[in-house]
């Protein structure tokens, strides 16, 4: 997270969607991820924006790269605002081993993505 992000929460609950980075005239909305999920535009569209993503993109399943370049099916486990914690994903699995991996913030595409289905 940059210093300059101005963190917004949703006012029904208080849980904390996202930021919105100052841009020239207005805002860029940023995910959780600390992606980049609009162009410029204005505060009311920001935070209508965020609003609307919500946190349910961070249930899906994504794939971690690797060091070897190979990919892993995993879980989005921690969201803090500087760093993403992700476990291999077990599904469910009560028996399996914890695996997690720390990813700073923001999370790079071609190390973080959406599972292809």
Do not use: C
């Not at 006012?11 to 980075?21: L, N, P, T």
């Not at 690797?66 to 995993?74: A, Y």
């Amino acid at each position: 997270m940059e210093t300059d992000w101005i963190e917004h929460r949703r006012s029904d609950d208080g849980e904390r969607v996202g930021w919105m980075k100052p841009a020239g005239d207005g805002f860029v909305v940023i995910d959780l991820l600390g992606r980049e999920r609009t162009d410029v535009v204005d505060w009311m569209l920001a935070e209508a924006t965020l609003d609307e993503l919500g946190l349910g993109y961070l249930a899906d399943p994504y794939e971690l790269r690797l060091d070897n370049g190979s990919w892993l099916r995993v879980r989005i486990a921690e969201v803090l605002p500087d760093a993403i914690r992700v476990k291999k994903d077990d599904w469910g699995d009560m028996t399996a081993p914890q695996i997690y991996y720390g990813l700073a913030l923001p999370v790079r595409e071609d190390q973080l993505r959406p599972l292809s289905r």
